[in-house]
């Protein structure tokens, strides 16, 4: 469908405010519903992180034990992620995702009957698996509604519920904790896995009511409506010019394992943050379950509202090379104060904490926008989903390998040190092998 036949040849282009009150009603109606997934999936994800602080102690599991178990989830998202994507071309995106949501709510249950560190290696497996397509899944089901220039913002919308995740995980896990242990005959980690999966599982059932797939299916759209949609999702086509549509051609480009590199990294450090940082505040001495998680909350409620804030002014700005490696750098920065902090200053540890947080948070939505200006087709689905596949690995070796280095030197300085150097790279391979490149104008929902 071209431009002209969309809107009948001759016709002059729309005025802004109708095609942005367009772009509010779709944002209204997909984004806080994909973000409260997106919140789920990250609540269910990274509640391990909180419930290491009594299930430890009760099974007898060290932090090795802990380390590959919270990292193993990594190893299920790198099998699965691919062939989700593709899944996702064939029958649409909300059979996906309600596929997706219901498989790891339901994983989250089953948590509560892992009392081996066997039986918790194979959940923790089976939820990455099945969350795996979620994130790269939204990321292509986007670009099905939103031009180019749209796209930052929303994102940032979506992905600030990973930060928001601890906001209310931390708490919620955290007095679950410390008001449920006995109740029913379960320890009060049996319960956080049980309250925090079971919604899930409704949401998944939900999903396939709520979404729809493509913009010409929208019932809720009037046929002007989508008229402009693909007047403007057409517009932004020509104005990106060619990329690549073949998969084999695309896995044959430096630039997309250039990207994995520097997603490889970001992941590294944001894992760190997730698992590790209620440890880092209880070494400060913060011993109660629902302290760790208000701390915890008050720093991703700060990542959250940056990551939003970042991705709007790069929409803005038509810019995402500076917006992502500034953000990282920023990362960088707090993940070495609190290196260099702990047993010396827990103001300073706190502060360093969410400092990192903001700027390692901030820099995800900016950074699909790199690898969306290369791909498009069964290209972008595959590629993305390999990239956030072979990334999300480094969610498997930073917990382990800080389990490890803690364990050999009984402090996490040495391992958050690494983490700091690795995340420093992205910063250094945005800047110097990711050309610059600005998009052309167009107003952000």
């Not at 670009?143 to 929303?154: D, E, F, L, M």
């Not at 919308?157 to 906001?167: D, E, G």
Request: glycine letters at 10%; charged letters at 15%; hydrophobic letters at 50%.
């Amino acid at each position: 469908m071209t431009l002209s036949t969309t809107l009948g040849a001759g016709t002059a282009q729309p005025p802004q405010s109708e095609v942005d009150a367009t772009y509010s009603k779709i944002t209204w109606r997909l984004i806080p519903f994909l973000a409260f997934l997106w919140l789920l999936a990250w609540i269910d994800r990274v509640n391990v992180g909180y419930v290491k602080l009594t299930m430890l102690d009760e099974l007898k599991w060290s932090e090795s034990v802990y380390g590959l178990g919270a990292g193993i989830f990594f190893l299920g998202y790198f099998f699965f992620e691919i062939p989700s994507n593709l899944m996702l071309q064939k029958i649409g995106a909300k059979k996906t995702l309600m596929r997706i949501t219901l498989g790891w709510g339901a994983t989250c249950v089953a948590m509560m009957f892992a009392r081996t560190p066997e039986v918790f290696y194979v959940l923790r497996f089976i939820m990455g698996a099945f969350e795996a397509g979620f994130l790269p899944g939204v990321i292509v089901y986007l670009t099905y509604w939103y031009p180019s220039g749209r796209r930052a913002k929303v994102l940032s919308l979506i992905t600030a519920a990973s930060a928001l995740s601890s906001v209310v995980g931390g708490p919620l896990a955290g007095n679950i904790l410390n008001l449920m242990g006995g109740v029913g005959g379960l320890s009060s980690w049996q319960w956080v896995f049980l309250i925090e999966g079971t919604p899930t599982v409704l949401a998944g059932i939900f999903t396939f009511f709520y979404l729809t797939d493509r913009p010409q299916e929208a019932k809720w759209l009037s046929a002007r409506e989508k008229q402009l949609v693909a007047a403007e999702l057409e517009r932004d086509h020509k104005a990106l010019g060619e990329r690549e549509h073949s998969v084999l051609a695309a896995l044959k480009d430096s630039r997309l394992w250039l990207f994995v590199l520097v997603y490889f990294c970001i992941v590294a450090a944001n894992a760190t943050l997730n698992f590790y940082g209620p440890s880092i505040v209880k070494e400060l001495g913060y011993t109660n379950p629902a302290t760790i998680g208000w701390i915890m909350s008050g720093a991703f409620l700060l990542g959250a509202v940056a990551q939003i804030a970042n991705g709007s002014h790069s929409d803005r700005q038509q810019e995402v090379r500076w917006h992502c490696a500034g953000a990282a750098l920023i990362g960088v920065i707090g993940m070495l104060v609190v290196a260099f902090s702990l047993g010396r200053s827990p103001a300073m540890v706190l502060t360093g904490l969410v400092i990192s947080v903001i700027g390692t948070s901030s820099a995800f939505p900016v950074f699909w926008q790199m690898p969306n200006r290369l791909l498009t087709g069964a290209a972008a689905a595959v590629g993305i989903a390999l990239i956030n596949s072979i990334a999300n690995l480094a969610g498997f070796g930073s917990p382990f390998m800080l389990a490890e280095v803690k364990a050999a030197t009984g402090g996490l300085s040495p391992g958050l040190f690494a983490i700091a150097a690795v995340e420093l790279l992205a910063v250094l391979l945005i800047l110097w092998f990711v050309p610059r490149h600005r998009a052309a104008k167009s107003k952000t929902a």
